[in-house]
């Protein structure tokens, strides 16, 4: 019923900047979070950062200061800016959305595919 998918990933050198877009489609009557997760291997998956429909964010320790996430809620998609890339960042990232399917339901979380970002020292 919705779909999450991720683009924009990829290799960059450390100190690089990548941006992140996930765009969601389906039967969605709106859409009141969404966020970033990411996943390195052998660790667990961890929160990046999370927006609500009104533009509150807020971020892991980690990445504050370098990454920036921001939605078009025109479009059901949000974005995550990442600048001055650590080799510690490289994960699979995830998008989700809390998503409600009609006027009177509840809401659902939905998560994309994932994608891989790399950075290289």
């Not at 996930?22 to 970033?36: E, K, R, T």
């Not at 291997?41 to 990046?48: D, F, I, S, T, Y």
């Amino acid at each position: 019923q919705v779909q999450l998918v991720e683009s924009g990933g990829g290799l960059v050198q450390a100190g690089g900047s990548l941006r992140l877009s996930c765009v969601a489609s389906g039967s969605i009557f709106s859409i009141n979070a969404m966020g970033w997760y990411r996943q390195a291997p052998g660790k667990q998956r961890e929160l990046v950062a999370h927006i609500i429909s009104g533009g509150s964010a807020n971020y892991a320790d980690s990445v504050k200061g370098r990454f920036t996430i921001s939605r078009d809620n025109a479009k059901n998609t949000v974005y995550l800016h990442m600048s001055s890339l650590e080799p510690e960042d490289t994960a699979v990232y995830y998008c989700n959305a809390n998503v409600r399917l009609g006027p009177s339901g509840y809401y659902t979380l939905y998560w994309g595919q994932g994608i891989q970002v790399t950075v290289s020292s």
